[in-house]
Each structure stands twice: as C-alpha cells, then as structure tokens.
C-alpha cells in the first residue's frame, strides 16, 4: 500500500491513494508516489531493513516495473534520499503503464471489436449456460424438449 508499507495494494481499499490504478493518468501516478508514506529519521534508503516497510515496499516496487535486479536497485538508489527517489519511481510506474493504458485506449474507442467481443461472450455463455441447464434437468427427472 502506499498509505502503509507493510500491506499490499488492494483496489478493494477504500482510500484510492494507497494505490495506483493501471488507467490512473500520470499526474495522478506522481502524484500518490509523491504523497506515499515513507520513513523518516534514516539516512538513505535501504532494503529488506524489518523497521523500514515503506523502503522496501517503494524499492520492491521500482524493481518490478524496471525488471532491474534487486543489485542493480541498490547500487542505483544507494545515495538517494526519498526526494530524489519518488519522482524516479513515479516516472518508471507511468513508463510501464503507458502500453496498458494506450492499449485499453485503442479497445475502448473500437466500437465495432467491443461490441463483437460482447456479442461473440454473450452467445458462447448461452451455450454454456443452455447444456448446464439440460444436464441439471435431466439430473432432476424433467422431461426436455430433447425427450419428446
């Protein structure tokens, strides 16, 4: 969570800046990582130290939206202060969102593949759903439209 380093992010939450939303635009990324709890009294910033959750919570984040190693993160934040590391955090999260989001864009403004995908469930659900109800009729000794 952003609001407490030692949960996790959870769209169920009621408070929406503990968390980054994949199609939260980048202002609004920068500015949850820039409000994001973290630690004070430490010099530096360090990993896996169990009275520091917000740094390891914010150092195991950038990790995974860099695929960097958890080596290469230390050495690359090693004489950082969180002033300097928020905004190169907010910026990796906005860079591995951006072909999510402007994917999700590309769907939404299809109409025409939006609609086939929902017609396309909707008649392969109804199939599913018409064999189920056959197969629990039977079960239960009705007679179908199949029996007559």
């Known amino acids: 969570s952003l609001l407490d380093g030692s949960a996790k992010m959870s769209k169920s939450a009621e408070n929406d800046n503990s968390r980054i939303n994949l ?50 993160v230390t050495r690359e934040v090693s004489d950082m202060q969180w002033g300097g590391f928020k905004p190169l955090l907010g910026e990796a999260v906005v860079e591995h969102l951006r072909p999510i989001q402007g994917r999700y864009s590309e769907i939404m403004a299809d109409k025409a593949f939006l609609s086939g995908v929902l017609k396309t469930g909707a008649e392969e659900a109804s199939q599913v759903a018409d064999e189920t109800l056959l197969k629990a009729q039977k079960a239960m000794g009705f007679l179908t439209a199949g029996d007559l």
Request: proline residues 8%.
């Open 23 to 72: 199609l939260d635009p980048p202002e609004l990324i920068m500015k949850k990582i820039k409000r994001c709890k973290t630690d004070s009294g430490f010099e530096g910033i360090e990993w896996d130290n169990p009275g520091r959750p917000e740094a390891t919570n914010l150092l195991t984040m950038y990790q995974a939206v860099t695929g960097k190693t958890k080596e290469e």
